[in-house]
Structure formats: structure tokens, C-alpha cells
């Protein structure tokens, strides 16, 4: 089974005592979703494409997720851990071993780097079509209402603080793109140490051109849980 997402068991208000509040809500996190850059390239700038359907097929031809990578690369960097059925969850060092791994098997085998064209991010629903229904680029209200145990929780399933080379760290980062309050993008930050949690894209939502600030395409899904 692959690492996914990282789940967030939040109570009715978001807020509050997690021991004693029955969770009304699933949160899930997800691992990134990188792009071929060499897609992307080939179709940036005055080549990207005018159509939301040309739109949507370039986002899926450039999309790998990380359920994708896990199945494709261990063949041919075998120190990647994949748990069989009834094997125990990977621990965090091993996490932390296969994100690096995947991160460069994703390079060296698909030149992906944490690239996006922003305009692809904020026209195209690249999260509910890579990974299906329910799921959708973060907004800032909801990385904003992230509390510090939230934070955490995701850094320690989905980033890389047990990672010792610059693939891990740069691929599998706490930095993703965001839904702004104004309906553009913006910046978020999900690490634990975060003091402002959402900035400023650099460049304009429309941008064609690929950014490299190194941000994690990551995906939310909110799902209602039943309270015992």
C-alpha cells in the first residue's frame, strides 16, 4: 500500500481538545504531484495551449503521482520500501529514504522537478483528475487552519526530515501552491516552525511559463466521519 496522504482527524470546530472531541472530519494530505518538465516545456509560454481540453491533457500528460512513481521505480532502485500485505507501515526514516529515492527516479527517469506552469495549477483541477473526486488544491483558509499538531503530523509523513540528500528535501518540501481568498494562487507553508503560513506567488496566476520556486503540487480531501 502506498503512502498516500498524511490524515488529519479534525474535531467539529477544527479546534479544541483532540482527545476528548469525537473527529467529525477526515483531512488528507497528499503527496506531491510532479510534473515532466520536458512536457511542460515543450508546451509553455506562447505554446501553451488555448483550450481548457488541451489544458487538461497537457496537465495529465506532464502529472506523476506518487502511487505511480511507487509502482514504477522500484524495479530499478530496489532500496525503495514497498509493505506487503500484513508487513508493517514503513517508519519514518524509511519514508524518508523512499521519498528521496522516488524524488530521484522521478528526475533521472522522467525529468520531473517541482516545476508547475501556474496557469495549468489555476485552471485546470489537476487534484480531482490525477487523484480522483473529493480531492482539490488547498485553499488558504485551510492551510491557515492548520494548527501546530496538524503541521506536524503532515511534516512527519509526507516531508523529509530524515532525508540527507537535496532530492528528498527539494521534492517532498512543505512549500505548495494555494488556492487564494481572492481566487488566485498563492503560497503556503505547512511546516511545523511556519509564522506566516500563506504568501505571495511571485508571478501572476497566468503565468505560462513553468515556476521554479520549488513548490509541491499537494492535494486536500475533507471527508465526513460519522462520530461513535
Not at 510534473?35 to 509553455?44: G, I, K, M
Request: glycine share 8%; net charge negative; with cysteine.
Amino acid at each position: 500500500m502506498s503512502l498516500l496522504a498524511a490524515v488529519i482527524a479534525a474535531s467539529p470546530t477544527g479546534s479544541g481538545p483532540r482527545a476528548t472531541e469525537a473527529p467529525l472530519e477526515r483531512v488528507e494530505v497528499s503527496a506531491p504531484i510532479l510534473p515532466r518538465v520536458l512536457v511542460l516545456y515543450a508546451a509553455e509560454g506562447p505554446k501553451f495551449p488555448a483550450t481548457a481540453e488541451e489544458q487538461i491533457a497537457l496537465a495529465h500528460q506532464a502529472a506523476l503521482t506518487y502511487e505511480f512513481l511507487l509502482q514504477e521505480c522500484p524495479a530499478k532502485y530496489p532500496g525503495i520500501v514497498v509493505p506487503g500485505p500484513g508487513d508493517p507501515p514503513t517508519t519514518p526514516a524509511q519514508n524518508a529514504a523512499n521519498f528521496e529515492a522516488i524524488a530521484t527516479c522521478s528526475y533521472q527517469e522522467y525529468t520531473a522537478k517541482p516545476y508547475w506552469v501556474p496557469a495549468l495549477v489555476d485552471q485546470v483541477d489537476i487534484c480531482g483528475n490525477e487523484l480522483g473526486s473529493g480531492w482539490h488544491l488547498p485553499t488558504e483558509d485551510e492551510v491557515n487552519g492548520f494548527d501546530l499538531a496538524d503541521r506536524q503530523q503532515v511534516a512527519n509523513a509526507l516531508a523529509t526530515p530524515n532525508a540527507s540528500g537535496f532530492f528528498g528535501n527539494f521534492y517532498f518540501g512543505t512549500s505548495v501552491w494555494v488556492r487564494g481568498k481572492a481566487g488566485g494562487l498563492r503560497v503556503g507553508d505547512l511546516s511545523p516552525a511556519a509564522t506566516t503560513r500563506v504568501t505571495d506567488l511571485p508571478v501572476p496566476s497566468t503565468s505560462t511559463t513553468h515556476y521554479e520556486g520549488g513548490v509541491a503540487l499537494r492535494c486536500i480531501r475533507r471527508t465526513s466521519v460519522v462520530a461513535p
